[in-house]
């Protein structure tokens, strides 16, 4: 069932635009700024709250700008995949907002406003991208997402920011123009369309076409899609990591890796489709190829000392637990891997908001320097414990969900060495978070008041990251909110 013209596509992708102009209209005025920016993170969360019951009742909402040439049209849709993706930005959206407004006035950060504005305008990106009727909206909202992001990594505007950001910009918008701009052009020549396909068994390419001809076109959309972060086009992630913590949260969980794995996913299933991917053999070696991110960016991870950069390698592997669910094409592999674009979102902020605190409290980045700062720090490491249990896969937390249905999907494609790669990725995920929050709580303090004199965080950082660890946990003992949107995409 379709509803033509949902004017509510239209305001939740305005409701970001609108609060970056009020966020600059506010200037040097910040308990007025970081309104605006509350008022435009409700709004978008509101009005994407308001579609879900449409949604569920076997609904697809649209809503049309203008058509360039018939098939070729900037247009919006609104179902079950992209669900997952909107709820999930617009309600951390909420709660960055505050975290955000803790984190830069307790460092006295400089141009906040612009912060917030480019914040905004990234968020306007991701919702784009998460409501894009087609590969022609999602192209260019996904190129918005890369543009106003760019200010934010290099925030700073030191040499390593300016580093960190131009790396950034140039994977990005390279891989981009290279390979997925030509790869459409070659699409629409060849389909007559850029629409996405109604459901995610057929797919858009005429079937007879050439094989060789359809796995080129299958590659350079995996690779092109580089916010994936998938090896080798990995490093401008760890890179970014200059940028303040909200920007690396915002980065790593919100808007900007999600938009990558998200827009893989979404032309995998709804570009090529199920029947596409299976007759060429494209999905098993897809899981195999991503297999060799999994594992080695965790290796990569385990031998880092700085948190932030332990995390982003853990984020690298982790997304591509995403693709890999998506490329097994079982019902339950891709249970698994959607719905790890919304449990990743939630532990993975909550990690973020945790080194950020640490950091504004301590002014520690090293792991090696947090020795029993769990007991005095106790609600920023217990975040932090929950979060890292659900990167781990353990429960109760939500990421045992994620990984549960991997492991079937695996065992249902008869794969046993990508259960092999879930089993030891997950060892590996161990290994590296559990030391942290053991050094924590049971490490020796570097004085004998065991917790180096500090306290928490301000409670406009705690409060944000209480809440999301708390949610992690929900979504694991009560999976349905997600998992009922991935199933309604099943066939």
Not at 58 to 67: M, N, P, R, V
Not at 108 to 119: D, I, S
Not at 180 to 195: C, E, F, K, N, R
Not at 218 to 231: S, T
């Amino acid at each position: 069932m379709e509803t033509p013209h949902d004017l509510r596509l239209l305001f939740a992708i305005l409701a970001p635009l609108v609060g970056t102009g009020l966020v600059m209209a506010a200037g040097r005025r910040p308990n007025l700024r970081e309104g605006c920016s509350f008022l435009a993170a409700a709004t978008l969360f509101g009005l994407t709250i308001s579609l879900v019951p449409d949604i569920r009742a076997g609904k697809t909402l649209h809503y049309t700008l203008f058509e360039l040439l018939p098939g070729l049209s900037f247009a919006l849709r609104a179902d079950a995949m992209s669900m997952i993706f909107a709820v999930s930005a617009s309600s951390l959206w909420i709660i960055t907002v505050f975290y955000s407004a803790g984190y830069m006035r307790g460092l006295q950060e400089h141009a906040q406003t612009r912060f917030g504005a480019c914040f905004a305008l990234a968020l306007f990106g991701a919702i784009g991208c998460a409501f894009a009727d087609n590969l022609l909206t999602l192209y260019l909202f996904y190129e918005i997402v890369s543009v106003c992001t760019y200010p934010l990594v290099a925030h700073h505007q030191d040499e390593e920011g300016y580093a960190g950001g131009k790396k950034y910009l140039v994977y990005l918008t390279g891989t981009a123009k290279g390979l997925i701009l030509p790869a459409m052009v070659l699409i629409y020549v060849l389909s007559g369309t850029l629409d996405f396909a109604d459901n995610i068994q057929t797919g858009i390419l005429p079937p007879e076409l050439h094989r060789g001809l359809v796995t080129g076109l299958y590659i350079a959309c995996l690779l092109g899609f580089a916010k994936n972060g998938i090896m080798p086009l990995h490093h401008w992630l760890p890179g970014a990591m200059v940028a303040p913590t909200p920007v690396s949260a915002l980065l790593h969980a919100v808007a900007v890796v999600k938009v990558g794995v998200f827009s893989t996913a979404r032309v995998m299933l709804y570009v090529f489709g199920v029947d596409c991917m299976d007759a060429l053999n494209l999905g098993i070696p897809t899981a195999y190829f991503v297999s060799f991110t999994i594992l080695g960016a965790s290796v990569v991870a385990l031998s880092t000392d700085d948190l932030k950069a332990r995390l982003a390698y853990s984020t690298v592997s982790q997304l591509s637990y995403i693709i890999l669910g998506v490329a097994l094409l079982k019902p339950a592999a891709l249970q698994g891997g959607l719905l790890h674009i919304a449990h990743h979102a939630f532990a993975k902020i909550t990690l973020f908001f945790c080194a950020g605190a640490i950091y504004v409290a301590t002014h520690k980045k090293k792991i090696s320097e947090m020795s029993g700062l769990g007991r005095a720090m106790p609600f920023t490491f217990g975040a932090f414990a929950i979060a890292s249990l659900s990167m781990i896969g353990a429960p109760p937390v939500a990421g045992f969900v994620t990984k549960w249905y991997l492991l079937l999907g695996a065992l249902d494609a008869g794969s046993i060495g990508i259960l092999v790669v879930l089993i030891a990725s997950t060892l590996l995920n161990a290994a590296y978070f559990a030391p942290v929050v053991y050094q924590a709580f049971f490490g020796k303090a570097a004085d004998s008041g065991g917790g180096h004199g500090h306290r928490e965080a301000h409670p406009a950082m705690v409060i944000p990251l209480s809440i999301s660890a708390v949610i992690s946990v929900l979504l694991g003992i009560y999976p349905d909110f997600f998992a009922r949107f991935v199933q309604a995409m099943l066939p």
